[in-house]
């Protein structure tokens, strides 16, 4: 009579090898450093608010060297201005802008002069291979609306942090570490004395290769979520919600960015009926030709743009 022998129980070694074979550990000493607190939402913004325009706008820049260019814009469109009554009131104007740039690896400056009296000035500087300042500001003949703000940003092995100071007594600071290989969690204070206001805020993102999806939501009311799919290297869609929850104020958008072998096209559609595109054709090398249109249904605005770029 044959008797029944029954197989060799397996190990819980091997066991325990086989399951962590099946899902790798976190490595929390080797995580990547994510990117900074206010570009959580940054794939997202690429997509659904480019820079929309109405009229007719070109721009020139040219080179003098490696690190030192001159640029020249003219905008020619209507410019919008407040009423009371529901329909937009539009009065045509003209600017021109001057620009000089610098640009080396540890220095960038920007510089633009505009006819209205308004200057613009950018700084970043590479103060070490982790601290970097950034500063920005604009100056206008108009009292106090002119503002100015340094940004101190710290960039570590899987965190950064960031300490800003402006104008008008106005103090902040954020912070974000990376929790996973993909995920990443951060908060921010601020303190605006001219105001006497404050503010706290926190904010979360996840990314894959295929998708990234973020989310913030401060004590101002502000609750903004993003979520962008990369259907392949060339096309992405992205949707966006933006709620206040003590004004009650809810506005939510989805769109589309394609990128062609010679243009990149980029469009949306909100809550609020507004449908917008935006075309960036490349003609030759250093000449880009702009399209831009918006259509607001509800507020029957129309706005449509074309544009030439044109730089060495």
Not at 159 to 186: E, P
Request: with cysteine.
């Amino acid at each position: 009579m044959a008797t029944f022998v029954p197989p060799p129980p397996v190990a819980p070694a091997a066991a325990a090898s086989s399951s962590d074979a099946e899902q790798p550990k976190i490595d929390y000493l080797n995580l990547p450093c994510p990117i900074p607190y206010e570009e959580i939402h940054r794939e997202a913004l690429m997509s659904l608010k480019p820079e929309l325009f109405e009229g007719l706008r070109f721009d020139f820049t040219k080179g003098l060297n490696q690190k030192f260019s001159l640029s020249h814009s003219v905008m020619m469109g209507p410019t919008e201005i407040p009423a009371q009554s529901a329909e937009t009131i539009k009065i045509p104007t003209a600017n021109y802008e001057f620009g000089a740039n610098f640009i080396d690896p540890k220095l960038m400056l920007f510089g633009r002069v505009m006819t209205d009296g308004r200057l613009n000035a950018r700084l970043k500087c590479d103060l070490s291979d982790n601290l970097t300042l950034k500063g920005n500001a604009q100056l206008t003949n108009e009292p106090h609306m002119s503002h100015g703000m340094f940004n101190f940003d710290y960039k570590g092995s899987d965190y950064r942090t960031q300490f800003q100071v402006g104008n008008g007594a106005l103090l902040g600071a954020s912070y974000i570490q990376s929790v996973t290989r993909n995920l990443s969690l951060g908060g921010e204070v601020f303190w605006a004395g001219q105001h006497r206001k404050s503010g706290i805020g926190y904010a979360a993102r996840y990314n894959t290769d295929k998708m990234v999806a973020s989310g913030q939501v401060a004590s101002t009311g502000m609750v903004a979520l993003s979520y962008v799919q990369k259907v392949s290297d060339k096309v992405s869609l992205a949707t966006d919600l933006m709620y206040n929850y003590m004004s009650g104020d809810v506005t939510s958008s989805v769109g589309y960015d394609y990128i062609l072998r010679q243009c990149r096209l980029r469009g949306k559609i909100d809550s609020n009926g507004s449908v917008s595109a935006f075309l960036e054709e490349r003609l030759n090398m250093g000449l880009n030709f702009l399209l831009s249109a918006e259509i607001d249904h509800r507020k029957k605005d129309y706005k449509f743009g074309f544009g030439l770029t044109v730089g060495e």
